[in-house]
């Protein structure tokens, strides 16, 4: 399985794919069946918040996009899907979104009609085979009688109960003092799944949503470059003017002129969106973050 499945668009399927919770903006779907786990994210209302749509997007391994009659909100998310880069599914009839999807990535999507079918394809994909440990945080909050407790995603390798861990971003180094996986507490969780850590050596103010976990060195900086987009779409990405950029689950206002975040951001290869809120098709870019 892989770390994480983005899903945008019918929300009717999701019902397949697990237990639902909600976390700023972003439902998680949690299933277990058997040894085998699955965690999907999907932004929600996120017409009114698109940054929401860009963070599940940007942190997806494998996207799904199940079509609808809006037309114009599938052309947001086709236009993001592209521009993320990944991989990715089309749950339901393609002929729906063909014209839109033309001269994108998401033309070369598989399509599956059968919701129960993509569920048991998306299960037998293998985890990523890197054994460095990095986790991403979406939320962290203090517990009595618990201490600070992060909740987010294993990416890679395996996050163990008493390990030390960089926060890459903040420049601190934390420890996982215990583990939950589906409300068990455990030794350590893989890739793929959802965690839920307390830790030491660290106070809820100093850790974020977008913040990682990591045991080794990764790209962390604020330099922006590479800035790409569709053709139609370029001329809005006008120096001086002030967007948002995401990566993954984190998120900086950015202006094009100045090329830099206001905070720093780790990447492990994937692209960040650029996020235009004043007017549809919402996002509009895609670029590198880091050193």
Same mark, same amino acid.
């Given at each position: 399985?892989?770390?994480?499945?983005?899903?945008?668009?019918?929300?009717?399927?999701?019902?397949?794919?697990?237990?639902?919770?909600?976390?700023?903006?972003?439902?998680?779907?949690?299933?277990?069946?058997?040894?085998?786990?699955?965690?999907?994210?999907?932004?929600?209302?996120?017409?009114?918040?698109?940054?929401?749509?860009?963070?599940?997007?940007?942190?997806? *391994?494998?996207?799904?996009?199940?079509?609808?009659?809006?037309?114009?909100?599938?052309?947001?998310?086709?236009?993001?899907?592209?521009?993320?880069?990944?991989?990715?599914?089309?749950?339901?009839?393609?002929?729906?979104?063909?014209?839109?999807?033309?001269?994108?990535? $998401?033309?070369?999507?598989?399509?599956?009609?059968?919701?129960?079918?993509?569920?048991?394809?998306?299960?037998?994909?293998?985890?990523?085979?890197?054994?460095?440990?990095?986790?991403?945080?979406?939320?962290?909050?203090?517990?009595?009688?618990?201490? $600070? $407790?992060?909740?987010?995603?294993?990416?890679?390798?395996?996050?163990?109960?008493?390990?030390?861990?960089?926060?890459?971003?903040?420049?601190?180094?934390?420890?996982?003092?215990?583990?939950?996986?589906?409300?068990?507490?455990?030794?350590?969780?893989?890739?793929?799944?959802?965690?839920?850590?307390?830790?030491?050596?660290?106070?809820?103010?100093?850790?974020?949503?977008?913040?990682?976990?990591?045991?080794?060195?990764?790209?962390?900086?604020?330099? $922006?470059?590479?800035?790409?987009?569709?053709?139609?779409?370029?001329?809005?990405?006008?120096?001086?003017?002030?967007?948002?950029?995401?990566?993954?689950?984190?998120?900086?206002?950015?202006?094009?002129?100045?090329?830099?975040?206001?905070?720093?951001?780790?990447?492990?290869?994937?692209?960040?969106?650029?996020? *235009?809120?004043?007017?549809?098709?919402?996002?509009?870019?895609?670029?590198?973050?880091?050193?």
């Amino acid at each position: 399985m892989p770390s994480i499945i983005g899903y945008a668009g019918d929300l009717e399927h999701l019902k397949h794919f697990g237990k639902k919770e909600e976390r700023r903006g972003i439902q998680i779907y949690n299933l277990k069946e058997g040894s085998k786990y699955l965690t999907t994210i999907c932004p929600y209302n996120w017409r009114n918040k698109p940054e929401t749509l860009a963070h599940v997007l940007s942190t997806a *391994d494998i996207l799904v996009i199940a079509p609808t009659g809006d037309l114009q909100e599938m052309a947001n998310i086709i236009i993001a899907a592209h521009l993320s880069g990944k991989k990715g599914f089309v749950l339901g009839d393609p002929a729906m979104i063909k014209q839109i999807a033309k001269g994108t990535n $998401v033309e070369r999507y598989e399509a599956i009609s059968d919701p129960i079918a993509l569920k048991e394809k998306l299960l037998a994909l293998e985890a990523p085979s890197d054994s460095k440990t990095l986790a991403l945080v979406d939320d962290v909050f203090k517990v009595k009688g618990i201490g $600070v $407790v992060a909740l987010g995603f294993v990416i890679s390798g395996a996050l163990k109960r008493h390990q030390s861990l960089k926060v890459p971003q903040k420049g601190l180094n934390v420890e996982i003092k215990s583990l939950q996986l589906h409300d068990q507490d455990v030794e350590e969780i893989t890739a793929g799944n959802r965690f839920g850590a307390s830790l030491k050596n660290v106070d809820e103010t100093q850790i974020d949503k977008g913040d990682y976990f990591a045991d080794y060195e990764i790209n962390t900086g604020t330099k $922006v470059s590479n800035i790409d987009s569709l053709p139609f779409l370029k001329k809005r990405l006008v120096e001086g003017n002030q967007f948002m950029i995401v990566l993954s689950m984190q998120d900086s206002p950015f202006i094009i002129s100045q090329n830099i975040t206001q905070r720093p951001f780790s990447s492990r290869g994937e692209k960040a969106l650029i996020v *235009d809120k004043t007017k549809e098709p919402f996002i509009i870019g895609s670029a590198d973050v880091g050193k």
